[in-house]
């Protein structure tokens, strides 16, 4: 088939799931005059009566192009469309994680990261130390109502006691080689 000796020209197309910025070819920061010039510039282009697209192509695309300028021509209108663009590029960001740094990050270890504390820290933190002092004061005022010695000295530094919990037991005797002696009160127990 030979080729036709006009061949149709070219036009990028919109992009059908893009935002209507990209549409329009202009920015989020656009103002409203650049809005319109570039809405009359591509309406040219897009137009199914003056575009040498196909007709059904040029109906989408001008639709597309007219939704666009709709939107982004009401202030109202844009700042919803801009809220709504920004909910939707929330999850698009990379996920958030510790930084790796360098051959660490080449073999996978993990880096950590000095941060600071947050309020639910700090808090935490006052709530362990005020029940640390609390127990600790608890625990002598009750051993000061007792009466009991606060600091008492180990067994082995005070002299001449070898145990803590009762009176000293007398030296053992040496043991003596038992003898044929008759224990006197074995044989008091005896019957005669």
């Not at 202009?26 to 409203?32: D, G, K, M």
């Not at 192509?57 to 939704?67: G, I, K, T, W, Y």
């Not at 300028?69 to 590029?89: F, M």
């Amino acid at each position: 088939m030979a080729p036709s000796p006009n061949p149709a020209p070219s036009f990028p197309d919109l992009p059908s799931g893009s935002c209507h910025y990209a549409a329009l070819k202009l920015s989020s920061a656009a103002t409203p005059q650049e809005l319109r010039q570039a809405f009359r510039h591509l309406s040219k282009l897009y137009h199914p009566d003056t575009t040498q697209l196909a007709p059904h192509d040029a109906q989408s695309a001008f639709a597309r192009l007219q939704l666009a300028y709709a939107t982004l021509i009401d202030p109202a209108r844009r700042r919803a469309y801009d809220q709504e663009l920004a909910l939707v590029a929330i999850p698009s960001l990379p996920p958030v994680g510790p930084p790796k740094l360098g051959a660490e990050a080449a073999a996978g270890r993990r880096v950590s990261v000095r941060r600071a504390l947050s309020g639910g820290e700090w808090l935490a933190l006052l709530l362990l130390g005020v029940a640390l002092i609390l127990s600790l004061v608890l625990g002598l005022g009750v051993a000061w109502a007792r009466g009991t010695a606060l600091i008492t000295p180990p067994s082995w530094a005070v002299k001449g006691v070898d145990r803590v919990d009762g009176p000293p037991e007398p030296p053992m005797d040496p043991v003596l080689p038992q003898t044929a002696q008759a224990d006197p009160l074995a044989d008091a127990d005896a019957p005669p």
